[in-house]
């Protein structure tokens, strides 16, 4: 399908050379006196058929949950007011990558300063470590997370060699116990993550507790460490103390710099893939998923957190093409903001997860089979939780797509 007929599909945009005369004004005053909310973002959106960043102005008003676009460069409104249920007030900080009828958007600065005062001003970012203890306890940790308010916007599963282990606490260099910690947390993989929210920083590592487990049990029973923790260096995970160190310890994971960070765990044999989708992610279930996930008994062998591109979408879904009606929609939903991606290693796995995850409908799953992944946490054919691998001799394919390939 051309390009430039599917980006206009069904979306309610405008040529008109309307000036808004609503623009610089931080909220819009109603017939009643009363004011309403509008939150204002700079966005950019990659227009493939021009191949042009192109700028907008992106209004979001919580009240009714609208949304509205000005085209910066050319100065008029290219998508007037209109209801738009699938973005979310949660989802509106800088960074992320947004999906506005069909547009994938990012998200580059605050509009104006009373959006950045509202949303922006204790927002934060800190690397939280899940060490090699509960690797297997993802779920949870992913759990308790989400439940206090903070998201995960970068996640990589990974194992660190002894030097790698070293260089990242190296403040503790001197300390008694620094061989112990640097051997411990390169004996086995870890899972490396970065949080956002308000108050970020302090709110993981009161989560975690504090350091000695023993001491999180007396002090903080219902801390992760207390939970989860076994002593002083088998205490589940490492959260940054400060902003300079979270800068710095980011940094150190996910540095800017593609291909430089620790790498995947993948082990492409025996493995089939699955991907908890963007709409299943920002509904806050991922932590629910991956429990269900290694509850019944599969091993996560490889897991990371992926920002797809519209091209990289429609390659990937490449033989659903033209058999699948939903293919546009799949590739959509696909690049509508972050998924992770996991591996899931065993013998004959591509069939026994498969069917764990269920039909791709989940109305049809809620009714056949009730305890399947698309039952449980899928709402339609295209958001349905989760995509898995289709044909055993694919698995390995699709797992080096993303850890091999989009990894790079
Ligand atoms: P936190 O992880 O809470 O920031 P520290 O920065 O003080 O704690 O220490 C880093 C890590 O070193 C701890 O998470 C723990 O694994 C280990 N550690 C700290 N103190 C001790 C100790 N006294 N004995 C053994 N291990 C320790
Ligand atoms: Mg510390």
């Known amino acids: 399908m051309d390009r430039r007929q599917e980006s206009t599909l069904d979306v309610p945009f405008t040529d008109t050379n309307t000036q808004s005369p609503s623009i610089h004004l931080t909220y819009l005053t109603l017939d009643c006196g009363m004011k309403e909310d509008r939150y204002a973002f700079l966005a950019e959106w990659y227009d493939p058929t021009a191949a042009l960043l192109r700028r907008y102005q992106l209004f979001y008003y919580p009240k009714d949950g609208s949304v509205e676009m000005f085209d910066v460069k050319n100065q008029r409104i290219f998508l007037r007011r209109t209801k738009y249920e699938d973005l979310h007030q949660e989802d509106l900080f800088i960074g992320n990558r947004v999906n506005v009828f069909s547009r994938q958007l990012n998200l580059i600065e605050y509009g104006d300063q009373y959006t950045a005062n509202k949303l922006g001003s204790k927002k934060e970012r800190t ?33 660190l060699t002894w030097s790698q282990a070293a260089d990242f606490y190296m403040e503790h260099q001197t300390k008694p116990f620094f061989n112990n910690l640097v051997q411990f947390v390169s004996s086995g993989p870890v899972v490396a993550m970065e949080l956002m929210g308000d108050e970020a920083i302090s709110i993981w590592r009161r989560l975690l507790g504090p350091a000695d487990s023993a ?8 801390s992760v460490r207390a939970q989860f923790g076994t002593d002083g260096i088998k205490n589940v995970g490492h959260g940054s103390d400060s902003l300079a160190a979270a800068a710095r310890e980011l940094e150190f994971f996910f540095p800017s710099k593609i291909g430089h960070g620790p790498s995947n765990t993948a082990i492409f044999t025996d ?22 996930i290694s509850s019944a008994g599969f091993e996560i062998s490889a897991l990371q957190m992926f920002n797809v591109d519209r091209a990289n979408a429609e390659e990937f879904y490449e033989v659903y093409k033209g058999v699948v009606t939903e293919y546009p929609s799949m590739v959509t939903e696909l690049c509508s903001g972050p998924c992770m991606v996991l591996e899931i290693h065993g013998t004959d796995t591509p069939k026994s997860f498969r069917e764990f ?9 809620r009714h056949l089979r009730p305890t399947t992944l698309r039952a449980l946490y899928g ?13 055993a001799e694919d698995g390995v394919l699709e797992v080096q797509y993303f850890f091999k390939i989009l990894d790079g």
């Open 357 to 365: 995850c269920g039909p791709a409908d989940p109305e049809i799953a």
């Open 379 to 391: 709402k339609d054919k295209v958001k349905n939780a989760v995509h898995c691998t289709d044909l």
């Open 271 to 292: 493995c089939t893939c699955c991907i908890i989708k963007p709409h299943a992610i920002s509904e806050g279930l991922t932590g629910k998923i991956v429990n269900s």
């Open 215 to 222: 001491v999180a049990r007396r002090e903080a029973p219902q």
């Open 127 to 159: 690397l939280a470590v899940v060490k090699p203890d509960v690797v297997t306890k993802i779920g949870d940790v992913l759990e308790l997370i989400y439940s206090s308010n903070l998201i995960v916007t970068k996640a990589k599963m990974t194992k």
